[in-house]
């Protein structure tokens, strides 16, 4: 027999029902509870014989009325095996998310053969983030189908499988120039020495994967040949952190999370920032100075689209990470091979090119919204920064631009 009962939540319904059906030899087969703005829906399938049904449906019916609920008895309802063909979510953010939003990515699950069996809403800040957890559908088939349809919906839309791997993540390695941060520092740098718009054309031309990095970079070191290495503190102290940037790392690391950072970027720019959000990793190219002047060179190996992914592949060895479990997030084509090799690749308001090779990718200005994509909702974010004691007020949302945590 199936039971449905439905009306105002309040405490002690689920208590009322299952001990008034403790009366009768029934067995609890399945359950399901969601409450919605307020209203209760429960759903319980019991195993009983047949000569209990009128007795256990006037006592539902009795158990209804005493709460003021609404009650649906289907007696015959059979049990279903558990569902065993792959899990999918699709989370897809928008701000504002209308109604077409959601009737297009539906009616696409749909004509694909795939089945949805649950939303739920995990985000209403900075985003709206809605979570359909569905089946019957390849989770690459769809993701390449939907990933069109959130351009042209103007959202963003991930899709994943849903499962222990998912769950497991432990690892972040992000990008940092445009990243975590908005600016481009050898840009910064650049202007320092009047050639700014020269080194930040060289740089747009690498991002899209017009041209070498490695010979990018060296092209744009040098052009900072004889700044003094004072400039290196007037660019940090310029450095604008994106968006969301405290409160996913914060959030993250609450979570048990190894936090890495590798840039095509300078380390000796970087590092400051990086020991001030508590990063356990960070890997960049290295300025040569000497005499208190840049020379226009770098030390080392450059770090370049290779190197990036050798650095993930270093930070996983070092915290015995699987790859299949690392989180790994860019926006320029130097990051793909590490976006590619991460078990979830985030294109972060990144380079058309970048966004059609990444697993799924973010095109509003907050660095937060990766939370959602790993199942994490707003309430659990707020509910872990006021265990930390922080009192984090939400401004006013303004969609063209953010504010810093």
Do not use: W
Request: net charge negative; with cysteine; glycine share 8%.
């Amino acid at each position: 027999m199936l039971i449905i009962l439905s009306g105002r939540d309040r405490p002690g319904v689920t208590a009322e029902l299952f001990s008034a059906l403790d009366h009768h030899p029934v067995t609890v087969v399945d359950m399901e509870q969601i409450i919605v703005r307020g209203r209760l829906v429960l759903a319980v399938l019991i195993g009983l014989d047949a000569q209990s049904v009128p007795q256990v449906s006037e006592t539902v019916a009795s158990v209804a009325s005493s709460l003021d609920m609404e009650v649906d008895i289907v007696p015959g309802a059979s049990e279903e095996p558990l569902d065993s063909s792959p899990r999918i979510h699709v989370t897809v953010l928008g701000a504002p998310l209308r109604p077409n939003h959601v009737a297009r990515l539906a009616e696409t699950i749909s004509v694909h053969g795939g089945n949805i069996d649950r939303i739920r809403r995990i985000a209403d800040y900075p985003v709206t983030a809605v979570v359909f957890e569905g089946s019957g559908v390849d989770v690459e088939h769809l993701r390449h189908t939907l990933g069109p349809l959130a351009a042209e919906l103007g959202v963003d839309i991930a899709v994943q499988t849903a499962g222990l791997t998912r769950r497991g993540q432990r690892l972040i390695v992000m990008d940092v120039d445009s990243t975590l941060i908005q600016d481009e520092v050898i840009d910064l740098l650049a202007r320092k020495a009047g050639r700014g718009d020269e080194v930040a054309f060289i740089t747009e031309r690498a991002m899209r994967g017009d041209i070498d990095f490695a010979e990018s970079l060296r092209q744009r070191v040098a052009a900072l040949a004889g700044l003094p290495e004072t400039v290196i503190g007037e660019v940090q102290a310029a450095i604008r952190l994106t968006p969301g940037a405290r409160t996913l790392i914060r959030t993250l690391k609450s979570l048990g999370f190894h936090v890495c950072l590798v840039s095509g970027g300078f380390l000796q720019v970087i590092e400051p920032l990086a020991a001030e959000l508590a990063v356990d990793r960070v890997r960049a190219n290295v300025l040569e100075i000497e005499g208190g002047t840049l020379t226009g060179r770098v030390m080392g190996d450059v770090i370049d689209r290779v190197g990036k992914r050798r650095a993930l592949e270093d930070f996983a060895n070092e915290f015995a990470v699987p790859l299949s479990q690392a989180i790994a997030v860019g926006d320029g084509a130097n990051d793909l091979d590490m976006l590619a090799a991460a078990g979830l690749g985030v294109a972060f308001n990144a380079k058309p090119a970048v966004r059609a090779a990444a697993h799924t990718s973010l095109s509003r200005p907050y660095l937060d919204s990766i939370l959602f994509l790993l199942g994490v909702t707003r309430a659990e974010v707020e509910a872990a920064d006021r265990e930390q004691g922080l009192d984090i007020r939400r401004p006013e949302i303004d969609f063209t631009a953010g504010t810093e945590d």
